[in-house]
């Protein structure tokens, strides 16, 4: 739960031995049943690998303590920002600030502003997502609470996005309106030459190897975007099946007190039901709260990068016009207008950048789905093992 206050803010089970062994995917591959590692310890395992690699890191932040606040004009949700490091970049080891969702956007505006050649990670939907009424809820505030403690991590970990100024200041200042009126945050000379790039350039083509990341990320998108849907579908159905469930369980019961030889398996009957309740809420849950919020951010990752390679081909698109414009002149020139050669550096480092932050973002995707993929296995063997307690009433009946 959060409190409110209107006070002034600083800012495996084995199978049986009968399959075990014949198992297979659908492309054919089969698949060895007969280990008795659960997925739970193939899950702690990539929790240990995290611990590891946090071993070598020097700046830690977590987004935690949601609180509400009503006021006169508005009101909203702020979030606690802690910050924990050795940078020398830092005059503290650590601080605690509180941000609102606005000033997060704010953050993720600069970022783009001053690092355009670099993949910004995406920030949760505004908007109330579907589904969810209250945006003041429990529930929808600690969704969006774990996806900006996500949008921090992910900044954090990049090795160039971490250094910016104005992280450093959205991490540490105790005033962030006050910094966002004096029009510190300048761009960089990047960002200037980006940001005044009208578009009116036409790309003659994009580089193979930037035409494949089009075309993968047009693929990701479309892939996920379909998970997403039809996963949004099975969790409508499964609410209204327990809305079902809820009403159907409570007959077998009431049954039992008319029919004394029946009573028992009836009963039977009537918590395996209550059973089969708890098991399907909680995987509902678990699909809404950690499976769902997962593929909206890789969409979501998805546009951004899409967005950086839009930008990359513009300022490619101005080189080569540039570069024709100066070879259709007449007069010979000893050497490549400065100009040229600035917008040549420029398509050098989008490119440079472009391909570092799509490895890493393979990489951190590569283990992200491999987590999500094993944590919803785990989850449906612990649904089915619930479902499982029907076979108590069959070995009832037998005795």
Same mark, same amino acid.
């Given at each position: 739960?959060?409190?409110?206050?209107?006070?002034?803010?600083?800012?495996?089970?084995?199978?049986?031995?009968?399959?075990?062994?014949?198992?297979?995917?659908?492309?054919?591959?089969?698949?060895?049943?007969?280990?008795?590692?659960?997925?739970?310890?193939?899950?702690?395992?990539?929790?240990?690998?995290?611990?590891?690699?946090?071993?070598?890191?020097?700046?830690?932040?977590?987004?935690?303590?949601?609180?509400?606040?009503?006021?006169?004009?508005?009101?909203?949700?702020?979030?606690?920002?802690?910050?924990?490091?050795?940078?020398?970049?830092?005059?503290?080891?650590?601080?605690?600030?509180?941000?609102?969702?606005?000033?997060?956007?704010?953050?993720?505006?600069?970022?783009?502003?001053?690092?355009?050649?670099?993949?910004?990670?995406?920030?949760?939907?505004?908007?109330?997502?579907?589904?969810?009424?209250?945006?003041?809820?429990?529930?929808?505030?600690?969704?969006?609470?774990?996806?900006?403690?996500?949008?921090?991590?992910?900044?954090?970990?990049?090795?160039?996005?971490?250094?910016?100024?104005?992280?450093?200041?959205?991490?540490?200042?105790?005033?962030?309106?006050?910094?966002?009126?004096?029009?510190?945050?300048?761009?960089?000379?990047?960002?200037?030459?980006?940001?005044?790039?009208?578009?009116?350039?036409?790309?003659?083509?994009?580089? &193979?190897?930037?035409?494949?990341?089009?075309?993968?990320?047009?693929?990701?998108?479309?892939?996920?975007?379909?998970?997403?849907?039809?996963?949004?579908?099975?969790?409508?159905?499964?609410?209204?099946?327990?809305?079902?469930?809820?009403?159907?369980?409570?007959?077998?019961?009431?049954?039992?007190? &008319?029919?004394?030889?029946?009573?028992?398996?009836?009963?039977?009957?009537?918590?395996?039901?209550?059973?089969?309740?708890?098991?399907?809420?909680?995987?509902?849950?678990?699909?809404?709260?950690?499976?769902?919020?997962?593929?909206?951010?890789?969409?979501?990752?998805?546009?951004?990068?899409?967005?950086?390679?839009?930008?990359?081909?513009?300022?490619?698109?101005?080189?080569?016009?540039?570069?024709?414009?100066?070879?259709?002149?007449?007069?010979?020139?000893?050497?490549?207008?400065?100009?040229?050669?600035?917008?040549?550096?420029?398509?050098?480092?989008?490119?440079?950048?472009?391909?570092?932050?799509?490895?890493?973002?393979?990489?951190?995707?590569?283990?992200?789905?491999?987590?999500?993929?094993?944590?919803?296995?785990?989850?449906?063997?612990?649904?089915?093992?619930?479902?499982?307690?029907?076979?108590?009433?069959?070995?009832?009946?037998?005795?």
């Amino acid at each position: 739960a959060f409190s409110s206050t209107c006070e002034t803010v600083e800012q495996p089970n084995a199978q049986s031995p009968d399959l075990r062994g014949l198992l297979s995917l659908p492309n054919g591959t089969p698949v060895d049943t007969s280990s008795p590692a659960s997925s739970s310890s193939l899950l702690n395992r990539l929790q240990l690998d995290d611990d590891l690699d946090g071993e070598t890191r020097d700046l830690f932040v977590t987004v935690d303590d949601p609180k509400k606040h009503v006021c006169t004009m508005e009101t909203y949700i702020t979030y606690r920002v802690t910050t924990k490091t050795t940078r020398a970049e830092f005059d503290l080891p650590e601080y605690s600030v509180r941000r609102r969702y606005q000033d997060f956007d704010w953050l993720r505006n600069k970022l783009e502003e001053s690092q355009p050649t670099h993949l910004i990670p995406p920030l949760p939907e505004k908007f109330v997502v579907k589904g969810v009424v209250d945006r003041f809820s429990e529930e929808f505030v600690e969704t969006r609470r774990k996806a900006l403690d996500k949008f921090l991590k992910r900044i954090t970990d990049h090795p160039v996005l971490s250094f910016n100024e104005h992280f450093n200041v959205f991490l540490t200042a105790k005033d962030l309106n006050a910094y966002k009126k004096q029009g510190m945050a300048l761009l960089s000379k990047m960002g200037e030459s980006v940001k005044y790039v009208t578009g009116g350039y036409k790309l003659r083509s994009r580089p &193979l190897e930037f035409a494949a990341i089009g075309e993968y990320l047009d693929t990701f998108s479309l892939k996920l975007g379909t998970i997403d849907r039809i996963a949004q579908r099975i969790i409508k159905e499964q609410l209204e099946y327990l809305v079902e469930l809820r009403e159907y369980g409570p007959v077998y019961s009431t049954w039992g007190g &008319l029919e004394v030889e029946l009573s028992e398996p009836l009963e039977g009957v009537s918590a395996c039901i209550g059973n089969c309740c708890t098991a399907l809420e909680e995987l509902s849950e678990d699909m809404t709260e950690d499976f769902l919020p997962v593929l909206r951010e890789y969409i979501l990752y998805s546009e951004s990068m899409k967005n950086v390679l839009k930008k990359r081909d513009q300022v490619q698109a101005e080189y080569e016009a540039k570069l024709e414009a100066v070879a259709l002149k007449k007069e010979d020139r000893p050497k490549v207008p400065t100009d040229v050669e600035k917008c040549q550096d420029r398509v050098e480092c989008f490119n440079a950048d472009l391909k570092a932050d799509m490895e890493r973002w393979q990489n951190n995707k590569r283990q992200d789905f491999r987590q999500l993929l094993m944590g919803m296995a785990d989850k449906n063997i612990q649904y089915y093992e619930k479902v499982l307690l029907w076979e108590l009433i069959c070995v009832s009946s037998l005795v």
